[in-house]
């Protein structure tokens, strides 16, 4: 092979490694099943509350029942936790999650004010998995959302001191969150959890996914919103973020739910795909709230890098089964290890996705 033959074969070679280099990088499922139920005890169909396990093996229902995802077995391990204070009149109430070590299961309960009209109305209980009791979360803290993901033993919830909301330490040291907008995008190290970023300096969520009105060729609001994350604060102006980043969904009227991966770099969409009729609609009357079973053809997961604007469909769940396709609001997590995604779905068991990272 003379000289020149070689050059050549060095460039393709070159240009080769480039383009691959440029191809989008997502994380891939190599897994997919659908949960077994057997057992008949507990309720698994529309669930709404959920805490997927840090490695996406064991799923805690909004009855407190812990179901093996691989078997379909449930137990009910927080019926015997010692209380170390009175529970007479309260009853779980979600959200519910778990710290990214296993170690905490937070969950919210709920005080009937007409009994206890000065007390915490969502107050936070919190299980300790190592010593097998359960403790009440700072009396300020209400209504939990979520643990820090930097297992800092901080998380996230309603203040009660002045009605917005604020980061707390799992050793009732109060944290406040900051005030004022931070540019999330210019922050070198994030993570997520749900539909927050947080900011590995500030150990707070600094950004929330949301959604935006979209601007016309004259510059003018329209009334069709598009998926966003915009700055989060206690003083955020959700219609006029300081910082905004525009995701592309379609349609946006029937998306169902979204979330982040734990990494921070994903946004997972999940979306109802109607009948390719234009008088259909996926529901009766324009709201996602009463979903036609009838007039879903499939949900859809659609991965989006927001830094880059690449994304592309990651799963349906027409892949799996072809009869039960009209997946569940606010029943996909991401488990905090990236492992594992759950899809939750109205007439029948969660889907469970096994995924690597590229």
Not at 102 to 128: E, S, V
Not at 144 to 172: C, E, K, M, R
Not at 186 to 214: C, H, M, Q
Not at 300 to 310: D, K, M, S
């Amino acid at each position: 092979m003379n000289k020149v033959s070689i050059t050549k074969l060095t460039m393709l070679l070159l240009i080769s490694i480039l383009l691959s280099g440029c191809k989008p990088q997502f994380p891939s499922v190599e897994k997919a099943y659908i949960v077994p139920q057997t057992n008949t005890q507990y309720r698994f169909f529309g669930i709404s509350s959920l805490a997927l396990s840090p490695n996406g093996q064991t799923l805690v229902l909004e009855d407190l029942t812990q179901v093996q995802l691989e078997t379909g077995s449930g137990i009910r391990p927080f019926d015997h936790y010692e209380f170390l204070s009175p529970k007479l009149f309260q009853v779980y109430s979600g959200p519910l999650d778990w710290s990214p070590d296993g170690q905490y299961l937070a969950i919210t309960y709920f005080n009937d004010d007409r009994i206890h009209p000065n007390a915490n109305h969502y107050p936070i209980y919190i299980y300790d998995t190592q010593s097998q009791t359960a403790f009440m979360a700072n009396v300020l803290a209400s209504g939990f959302q979520h643990w820090s993901p930097f297992n800092t033993g901080n998380y996230f919830a309603g203040n009660l001191s002045t009605g917005d909301w604020g980061v707390f330490s799992i050793t009732n040291t109060k944290l406040i969150l900051q005030d004022k907008s931070i540019d999330f995008r210019e922050e070198k190290e994030l993570r997520a959890t749900g539909n927050y970023l947080w900011s590995k300096k500030l150990d707070i969520p600094i950004a929330v996914l949301s959604s935006l009105p979209t601007i016309d060729e004259n510059g003018n609001r329209t009334e069709n919103r598009q998926t966003a994350i915009i700055s989060f604060s206690n003083q955020v102006d959700y219609e006029n973020p300081d910082y905004y980043v525009m995701v592309p969904t379609s349609p946006t009227n029937n998306l169902i739910d979204s979330t982040f991966d734990p990494t921070g770099t994903y946004i997972l969409t999940l979306q109802l795909e109607c009948q390719n009729d234009i008088k259909i609609q996926c529901s009766k009357d324009g709201f996602l709230s009463t979903i036609d079973p009838n007039n879903v053809s499939d949900s859809v997961l659609t991965i989006t890098n927001w830094r880059t604007g690449e994304q592309k469909e990651l799963y349906r769940l027409s892949q799996i089964d072809m009869q039960h396709l009209v997946a569940s609001r606010w029943s996909l997590a991401w488990s905090s290890d990236g492992s594992t995604i759950i899809v939750g779905r109205e007439d029948s068991t969660p889907v469970v996705l096994k995924l690597s990272y590229p």
